[in-house]
């Protein structure tokens, strides 16, 4: 089947509550869906979630490149994948909007050979638990949070950390002497400490049993980075420092950190997450599958990649859960009791819109 046109529209969400984390704070989403035709009939289903402190991208800007894609890829048969990849590669940057048409064409794919993508990728796993996330608040917010998550089945959470490095500490120990230790913490700093308050934080937190830390200090810092993982106690995760395969080698030279933290949207796609998972592997790293703020179709690709790749130890997919609307009508990702799973007898990613 041949690719005919990609259709997109912008999507506005509005959260449940104010999210706050190191480098802003949002009440709303704006994304853009993505569908993919083709001439056989089939319609591939994708979502671009872009970040301007991420990605470098706004909705407005991925809206701007998805039709010079479009002529990129406009008539190549969506099974000619590698031709697809190398065109969409030739445009530099723009990791959301090639994200977007790159599920779109894994969805196709998969609804083509009447198979999920997970099961393409070789499915490893049928479920995995996933954190749910605490953004940066009060001590007294942090404790209502947690409280209703874990109630909710909740198995992991992932606090947000950054601003005020005193503050963060305390609201760590306070989840730990209010509810003790039968559920994983993970945190987040998303670049907002030095070096040395970063390190002077990872010791503190030590005796709290934190699972990681992800991106301390700044994504252009690596000698930085790798400072702090020689020096910390707790496993460091890369986020914002790796986009793509070179990112990784180059933090791996310099043996800035322990593990990585893969988004769809960082790198491109279903198939570049797979790339890098497998050079991760080979450089003894663990890999989580992370996200941005998204509907169910982007967390629906990024659990598909997270239940097909054997070296996804870790899942970070919620970023749907904290939004009021849903623009997947039927199937796509289900949270349960702390874990994410898709339908497995529906092909592609599974999404109806």
């Given amino acids: 089947m041949r690719i005919e046109r990609i259709e997109f529209e912008i999507v506005e969400i509005p959260r449940r509550k104010m999210f706050v984390i190191a480098t802003g704070s949002s009440d709303r989403y ?5 569908k993919l035709h083709t001439d056989g009939g089939i319609v591939g289903v994708g979502e671009a979630s872009p970040s301007r402190g991420v990605t470098g991208e706004t909705p407005e800007t991925v809206c701007a490149l998805l039709p010079e894609i479009e ?3 406009k008539g190549l048969h969506i099974e000619e994948y590698e031709k697809i990849r190398e065109r969409l590669n030739s445009i530099k940057g723009n990791s959301a909007a090639k994200a977007g048409v790159e599920i779109a064409i894994n969805d196709a794919l998969g609804k083509e050979a009447g198979l999920p993508v997970a099961k393409l990728l070789g499915l490893y ?17 942090t404790l209502k949070d947690a409280e ?3 109630g909710e089945g ?3 959470l992932k606090v947000k950390i950054g601003l005020n490095w005193m503050e963060d500490i305390e609201r760590l120990k306070a989840l730990r002497e209010r509810f003790g230790y039968g559920f994983r913490i993970r945190v987040d700093a998303n670049q907002g400490y030095s070096v040395k308050t970063a390190i002077k934080v990872v010791r503190e937190i030590e005796p709290l049993d934190i699972e990681f830390i992800e991106q301390p200090v700044k994504w252009y810092d690596v000698a930085g980075l790798a400072e702090v993982t020689r020096a910390s106690p707790i496993p460091v995760m890369a986020d914002e420092a790796v986009h793509d395969a070179d990112d990784l080698l180059k933090l791996a030279k310099a043996r800035a950190c322990d593990m990585v933290n893969i988004k769809l949207m960082k790198c491109g796609g279903i198939r570049e997450a ?16 992370g996200c941005m703020s998204e509907t169910r179709v982007g967390i629906s690709a990024g659990t598909h990649a997270a239940l097909g790749i054997k070296n996804i130890h870790y899942a970070d997919l919620d970023g749907h859960i904290d939004l009021e609307g849903d623009v997947v009508k039927e ?14 007898h529906l092909p592609g990613i599974g999404c109806g819109l």
């Avoid at 704006?30 to 993505?34: F, L, R």
């Avoid at 796993?125 to 917010?141: D, F, K, L, V, Y």
């Avoid at 199937?331 to 497995?344: A, F, I, L, Q, W």
């Fill in 331 to 344: 199937g796509g990702v289900k949270t349960e009791n702390g874990e994410n799973s898709v339908p497995m």
């Fill in 154 to 156: 909740a198995k992991v």
């Fill in 274 to 289: 797979y790339l890098i998972a497998h050079l991760a592997e080979r450089l003894g790293m663990e890999c989580m599958i």
């Fill in 148 to 150: 209703r998550l874990l």
């Fill in 125 to 141: 796993r049928e479920r995995i638990p996933t954190s749910i996330t605490i953004g940066i608040e009060s001590r007294e917010e």
């Fill in 71 to 73: 002529k990129k890829i």
């Fill in 30 to 34: 704006t994304g853009v869906i993505v």
